[in-house]
């Protein structure tokens, strides 16, 4: 993001004058979650009066997300948390159907995802990664390289969930690996790793605006389309 993150995390970015984490938390606020915790890491100072609870990631400069995921410990062990990337911006509708879904991980995925990394991109696959569901609605692919647009079923959000048995089923997991490991993992990869147990991820498909701000361009296209009224603040009904 260039000059845009110099002094702030990203998640301080602003997107039509508010911050992309009040986009995130208004829509988790209107779709019923009641605590927000947020996991920090460089400029923690900026973050610890914005959520309900903080948790650091001390080491933030040396490990990759699912290291600070793992900071939220205490919450994942003991309820249902929707997690989130802090780079990206939803509706409340897609919170409260991943909130729906009957599973004890599940993911929300965009099958239009075509439409925005077309905008977003001169050549989608550049950063399209795979992601397809068996007929049961369950993920069997996610995150890999993609060579055809026609082998992807939509684009994973960087919105999830978990029950404390789901979470339990990530720690089985994350045991098996070496430290060094744990560190450089992302998320897809911790999710492709489940599948490969076994342990059942549903796909849960969205409708409606949402986006990821990797870039200033990312930006100029969703204050775009806020100013065009294609787009709007999270509300209690969308």
């Given at each position: 993001?260039?000059?845009?993150?110099?002094?702030?995390?990203?998640?301080?970015?602003?997107?039509?004058?508010?911050?992309?984490?009040?986009?995130?938390?208004?829509?988790?606020?209107?779709?019923?979650?009641?605590?927000?915790?947020?996991?920090?890491?460089?400029?923690?100072?900026?973050?610890?009066?914005?959520?309900?609870?903080?948790?650091?990631?001390?080491?933030?400069?040396?490990?990759?997300?699912?290291?600070?995921?793992?900071?939220?410990?205490?919450?994942?062990?003991?309820?249902?948390?929707?997690?989130?990337?802090?780079?990206?911006?939803?509706?409340?509708?897609?919170?409260?159907?991943?909130?729906?879904?009957?599973?004890?991980?599940?993911?929300?995925?965009?099958?239009?995802?075509?439409?925005?990394?077309?905008?977003?991109?001169?050549?989608?696959?550049?950063?399209?990664?795979?992601?397809?569901?068996d007929a049961s609605g369950f993920v069997t692919a996610i995150g890999a390289r993609a060579t055809s647009v026609d082998r992807i079923?939509?684009?994973?959000?960087?919105?999830?969930?978990?029950?404390?048995?789901?979470?339990?089923?990530?720690?089985?997991?994350?045991?098996?690996?070496?430290?060094?490991?744990?560190?450089?993992?992302?998320?897809?990869?911790?999710?492709?790793?489940?599948?490969?147990?076994?342990?059942?991820?549903?796909?849960?498909?969205?409708?409606?605006?949402?986006?990821?701000?990797?870039?200033?361009?990312?930006?100029?296209?969703?204050?775009?389309?806020?100013?065009?009224?294609?787009?709007?603040?999270?509300?209690?009904?969308?």
């Amino acid at each position: 993001m260039g000059s845009l993150a110099e002094e702030r995390p990203k998640c301080l970015i602003e997107l039509g004058g508010r911050p992309l984490l009040e986009w995130q938390v208004a829509a988790l606020r209107f779709s019923g979650v009641t605590e927000i915790a947020i996991v920090t890491g460089w400029r923690k100072e900026l973050l610890e009066r914005r959520a309900t609870t903080t948790f650091h990631n001390a080491r933030w400069a040396e490990t990759n997300m699912v290291a600070s995921l793992v900071c939220a410990a205490p919450w994942l062990e003991q309820t249902r948390c929707v997690v989130s990337y802090s780079d990206i911006f939803y509706s409340t509708g897609m919170v409260s159907a991943l909130i729906a879904a009957e599973s004890d991980i599940a993911v929300s995925y965009d099958p239009d995802w075509l439409a925005l990394w077309s905008r977003r991109f001169p050549d989608p696959l550049s950063d399209a990664e795979t992601f397809r569901a068996d007929a049961s609605g369950f993920v069997t692919a996610i995150g890999a390289r993609a060579t055809s647009v026609d082998r992807i079923e939509g684009q994973y959000m960087g919105l999830l969930s978990f029950t404390p048995a789901g979470w339990t089923a990530a720690t089985a997991y994350l045991s098996t690996l070496a430290p060094a490991a744990i560190d450089r993992l992302d998320m897809t990869s911790l999710l492709r790793g489940l599948i490969g147990r076994g342990v059942a991820v549903r796909a849960v498909p969205i409708k409606g605006r949402w986006g990821e701000v990797d870039t200033p361009s990312d930006l100029a296209i969703y204050t775009d389309d806020l100013n065009r009224g294609l787009l709007s603040f999270p509300s209690r009904h969308r």
